[in-house]
């Protein structure tokens, strides 16, 4: 593990060290912005077979409302229809899955990267670069131990913030717009009945970009980085792979 994270770290070193006569002394935060902006164009032939695959779904709203009816009672029934009805229309169930679960590695990564006082039993000189007064190493709570909300360091974080905030009024409105266009069929139990707590869950879902900024808050400058960059790339993409496609099930969005 030490040798993967000392491969990492050199990667990282060598991004700013190539971004240096650009970004000068916040070169670091700029290579860690580029490398997920990298590992997000990676991923994107995933993302856009999950959006095909979402609007394939979406189409068969009506279909899997009929074997509801249908099987409502007999849920091994409605599993083996509902699995022969996305193998018919080759569609996968966990496609939408795929994309985050492949950047899970790449924050988790970075987090462990600037948490760690050395690396390959070297001391991390990662964790003294900064974006402007900010070290990467550090977190929100360190930046207001010094200077305040509005110091130096409290105002990177702020700006951070308003970035999310943005970001997640973007997503939360076009979600509500996209569910109250095209309504999905509550998801029933074997008793044909509505299941306990998803109409709840289904209200939630448009407030659940703003999560987000809790996580800015509690995990390393340089983990923000990248989950501010990732969030935005995340509204922006699936504004233009789900454009013609005014479906709730465009609701949930990629935090990492």
């Not at 670069?129 to 977190?139: I, N, V």
């Not at 029933?188 to 509505?194: F, L, W």
Request: proline share 7%; with cysteine.
């Amino acid at each position: 593990m030490s040798v993967f994270m000392s491969a990492f770290a050199g990667l990282v070193g060598a991004l700013a060290d190539a971004l240096h006569p650009l970004f000068q002394t916040a070169s670091t935060a700029a290579a860690i912005v580029l490398f997920t902006a990298l590992v997000r164009l990676a991923v994107h032939p995933l993302s856009r077979a999950a959006a095909r695959g979402q609007k394939a779904r979406t189409r068969l709203q009506p279909q899997i409302a009929e074997l509801r009816k249908k099987h409502g009672k007999n849920p091994e029934r409605m599993q083996k229809a509902l699995m022969e009805l996305h193998k018919e229309e080759k569609v996968s169930p966990l496609s939408g899955c795929l994309p985050s679960l492949l950047q899970m590695p790449a924050f988790f990564l970075l987090y462990h990267l600037f948490s760690s006082q050395k690396i390959g039993g070297d001391p991390n000189e990662l964790l003294g670069h900064q974006l402007l007064d900010a070290p990467l190493g550090e977190r929100w709570h360190d930046a207001l131990a010094h200077g305040g909300l509005f110091g130096a360091q409290g105002m990177v974080y702020l700006g951070l913030f308003a970035i999310v905030a943005a970001v997640a009024t973007f997503n939360f409105r076009r979600t509500k717009r996209q569910m109250a266009a095209n309504p999905v069929t509550p998801a029933t139990g074997p008793d044909g009945q509505p299941v306990p707590g998803m109409g709840a869950m289904t209200k939630l879902m448009p407030l659940m970009s703003f999560a987000t900024l809790f996580t800015v808050s509690v995990v390393p400058l340089a983990a923000a980085l990248y989950v501010v960059t990732s969030t935005t790339w995340t509204a922006i993409e699936r504004a233009f792979l789900y454009r013609d496609m005014p479906a709730a099930g465009t609701a949930m969005a990629t935090a990492v």
